[in-house]
């Protein structure tokens, strides 16, 4: 990797900080996946950790739990201000807690975290705050239920917003959701994901009871302030005309409790019984004691002795028996039908990004391979990247062709960013548009734009000697394949103030990660704020060519020519610039 990279201390995990005084700053050690809209604010966010960097002042907070139970937590979504504030969630140990951890729904600025009203849920471990408007005035998020539980099929995070009130603080507020997912069973998440500039577009996700279908979700909310919801893409995941073919699903029968059966001298008994086997337990395990000598461990239902109470404990199980049975050849019926009438597709679960004036959502869309290896363990499957435009009354999406990239972000032109190849952090980032098939490379896209110090900053910086593994048909084996010179530009993203590049990726020498971040000499043009001129429709995309007919990435100094794709056509304009 060509680089000269001066070091900063950064505490975290003992990595370091590097930068360049020029177009392009590598950072080591670090992957930053949220910038402020100005650049300025960058943010890590990996194993429970949450690095925070002023790039204006070059300092640092580096917040990290070594115990590695509690955390800290930065969003999905649009999650930073041009302030320095940062949504997200703060994880605190606690033995009552389901996973362990308390988590509340928070917000970091002025060098401290700030925890937001809570609803229900922070036993559960799961409160998080995921994106927020540029003024600060509003969040979205998700909670979890008051009394939810994991290991059961119901709900464990329904979708919230908070909004700055005339004093300053934060209200807190539920969203509308289905109660029922699209098979009529309980959904398994109900999530706010991202949010426009204006605070009253949403886009979040629900996961089915199965945990196999994820699907989008859009919250609006009207002039009088009520919000209402809409699933929508849902016709590329199953046939909504057959979902009444699904037979009804009863709930399934719970196992007998043995405590009921149990009096208060059994259990003693019992308890006494389990601390002698793990006396024993210890015993073998420090070589006092030989392991032909542990006991069994002891089963509570041993110890119920009261024989009428056995009975009632004994008929109790074979009546689950009978019923779980019956049950279960219900689901099996349930289970034949949903592969039916589903298409084995499923939206990629906490992956969707809105553009900031609510025009478009960006989800990417996980399929089986039509020409996947029909042997292999697990099926394989191919990503689809998905623009939606959420203007329309029924959510269109417009697809690219190409497949193997993951969706990063998305811009009020309908311009995105993609990176492949899915499936490696050493990957790359391509720039695309709505309703074209083409997607450039992010350094190619830059070139074309006239922002030669950044894209010669890629292919200067980021290029490393490669491990690919190649299947040998000889041999029958993989083999270890070199690649040189394999530029990576990282899961990159401009900041929606477009003056600013920001990427993260592993360096596939030594596994390290690393972050990029260009500034540009000109904001990108297009990204932000994308309206119609009048009498030209509503804008699908733009694009620009110079005078001599060619088609280039942005405006450039001079005259050049603007092609406007509409709902009602295509007009050109011949602007300068």
């Known amino acids: 990797m060509k680089k000269s990279l001066l070091t900063l201390g950064l505490a975290l995990c003992g990595a370091g900080m590097g930068f360049a005084q020029n177009a392009g700053v590598i950072y080591e050690g670090v992957c930053f996946t949220s910038a402020s809209p100005n650049g300025n604010w960058l943010g890590h966010n990996m194993e429970n950790a949450a690095l925070i960097y002023d790039r204006s002042t070059q300092k640092e907070y580096v917040f990290f739990d070594e115990t590695y139970v509690g955390g800290y937590f930065i969003g999905y979504g649009h999650s930073v ?29 002025d060098g401290e975290w700030v925890k937001l009203p809570q609803i229900s849920g922070r036993e559960l471990g799961v409160n998080s705050v995921n994106a927020v408007t540029p003024d600060e005035w509003r969040m979205c998020g998700a909670q979890g239920p008051e009394g939810a539980k994991f290991g059961k099929d ?25 109660e029922k997912d699209f098979s009529g069973r309980a959904p398994q998440y109900v999530t706010a994901m991202d949010i426009s500039a204006d605070g009253k577009t949403i886009v979040g996700q629900v996961m089915d009871c199965s945990g196999f279908y994820c699907y989008p979700i859009l919250y609006q909310q009207d002039a009088n302030g009520e919000w209402s919801y809409r699933t929508f893409g849902t016709s590329l995941l199953w046939d909504e005309s057959r979902l009444g073919e699904l037979p009804v699903l009863p709930e399934q029968p719970s196992y ?29 395990q420090s070589g006092d004691m030989d392991w032909s000598e542990l006991p069994l461990y002891p089963s509570k239902n041993e110890y119920i002795s ?42 990629v679960f906490n992956n969707l990004k809105i553009s900031p004036n609510g025009k478009y959502a960006l989800y990417d869309i996980s399929a089986p391979d039509p020409n996947g290896d029909p042997d292999a363990w697990v099926p394989e499957m191919i990503y689809q990247n998905g623009v939606f435009d959420l203007s329309a009354a029924e959510p269109t999406m417009f697809s690219n062709s190409s497949t193997d990239k993951v969706s990063n972000a998305i811009y009020d032109n309908g311009m995105f960013i993609a990176c492949s190849p899915t499936g490696s952090y050493s990957r790359s980032s391509y720039v695309g548009h709505v309703g074209q098939d083409e997607m450039k490379p992010v350094e190619e896209y830059l070139a074309e734009a006239g922002e030669t110090a950044a894209a010669d900053f890629i292919n200067e910086n980021c290029v490393f000697d490669m491990v690919d593994y190649v299947w040998n048909e000889e041999t029958g084996m993989y083999e270890e394949v070199t690649i040189p010179g394999a530029l990576i530009s990282g899961t990159g993203f401009f900041t929606s103030e477009g003056k600013t590049y920001v990427s993260w990726f592993q360096d596939p020498a030594n596994y390290n990660f690393c972050s990029l971040v260009l500034d540009l000499a000109n904001p990108v043009a297009g990204i932000h704020n994308a309206v119609a001129a009048e009498g030209e429709g509503n804008v699908i995309g733009r694009e620009y060519y110079n005078l001599q007919g060619q088609r280039i990435a942005a405006p450039v100094q001079g005259v050049y020519l603007e092609k406007v794709l509409t709902d009602k056509g295509v007009v050109t304009y011949k602007r300068m610039k």
């Open 306 to 347: 009261d024989e009428t109470k056995l009975a009632e404990y004994n008929a109790a199980i074979d009546k689950y028996n009978e019923e779980n049975n019956a049950w279960y050849e219900v689901y099996m019926e349930f289970e034949e039908k949903l592969a039916e009438i589903t298409t084995g597709a499923s939206f």
């Open 256 to 284: 007998p409790n043995v405590d009921d059966y149990l009096s208060a001298e059994d259990l003693a008994a019992y308890q006494a019984a389990e601390d002698y086997y793990y006396e024993c337990l210890n015993k073998c």
């Open 81 to 109: 201000t041009n302030n320095g504030m940062f949504v997200g969630s703060v994880q605190e140990a606690n033995e009552e807690a389901a996973w362990g951890s308390y988590a509340d729904a928070a917000y970091f600025k």
């Open 154 to 178: 119901n709900l464990m995070l329904y979708p919230v917003i908070w909004t700055k009130n005339a004093e300053g603080n934060y209200d807190i507020q539920p969203l509308p959701y289905p």
